[in-house]
């Protein structure tokens, strides 16, 4: 796979998972960049900081304090200062996000299961492999530059 086709099916397989999500998005109203956050949040709670987002997820950093900052005022995310150090602020997800994280859970499995539709288990397995190695392949590249 050219590395131009390796980029094109990134970006492919972003958007249409994107789509897939608009439905609970736009009933919730909230952007994509929102949900997101509040995935990440479930999918990831021991990395809970404003960074740790845009370190995981590649966004940008006036996006998610700008995003962050409307969450909070829906009532989805609250921010509580951590107790070993107080110029670190943590994100915690609310009892109100939990029915959204829950409808984000079932959008991620259909899409996961949609993505499956075709493959062996076999061939998923391999693929997964591959992604792990060309993940640790990146990340070493990361730290060498």
Same mark, same amino acid.
């Given at each position: 796979?050219?590395?131009?086709?390796?980029? #094109?099916?990134?970006? +492919?397989?972003?958007?249409?998972?994107?789509?897939?999500?608009?439905? /609970? $998005?736009?009933?919730?109203?909230? %952007?994509?960049?929102?949900?997101?956050?509040?995935? =990440?949040?479930? +999918? =990831?709670?021991?990395? %809970?900081? #404003?960074? *740790?987002?845009?370190?995981?997820?590649?966004?940008?950093?006036?996006?998610?304090? /700008?995003?962050?900052?409307?969450? /909070?005022?829906?009532?989805? /995310?609250?921010?509580?200062?951590?107790?070993? *150090?107080?110029?670190?602020?943590?994100?915690?997800? $609310?009892?109100?996000?939990? !029915?959204?994280?829950?409808?984000?859970?079932?959008?991620? %499995?259909? =899409?996961? %299961?949609?993505?499956?539709?075709?493959? $062996?288990?076999? !061939?998923?397995?391999?693929?997964?492999?591959?992604?792990?190695?060309?993940?640790?392949?990146?990340?070493?590249?990361?730290?060498?530059?």
């Amino acid at each position: 796979m050219a590395i131009k086709s390796f980029f #094109a099916l990134m970006r +492919n397989a972003y958007s249409v998972y994107d789509k897939y999500c608009q439905e /609970v $998005t736009r009933s919730w109203g909230i %952007n994509s960049t929102s949900f997101q956050i509040l995935m =990440f949040l479930a +999918n =990831f709670p021991e990395s %809970n900081t #404003a960074r *740790d987002v845009c370190i995981h997820r590649g966004l940008k950093t006036g996006i998610v304090s /700008v995003s962050i900052e409307h969450l /909070v005022e829906r009532g989805l /995310v609250e921010r509580r200062v951590d107790p070993v *150090d107080r110029r670190i602020q943590r994100l915690y997800l $609310t009892d109100l996000a939990q !029915e959204l994280v829950e409808s984000g859970n079932q959008i991620q %499995n259909r =899409f996961y %299961n949609r993505l499956r539709t075709g493959l $062996t288990d076999e !061939e998923f397995d391999t693929y997964y492999e591959l992604t792990k190695k060309i993940q640790t392949i990146i990340d070493d590249m990361d730290r060498d530059i």
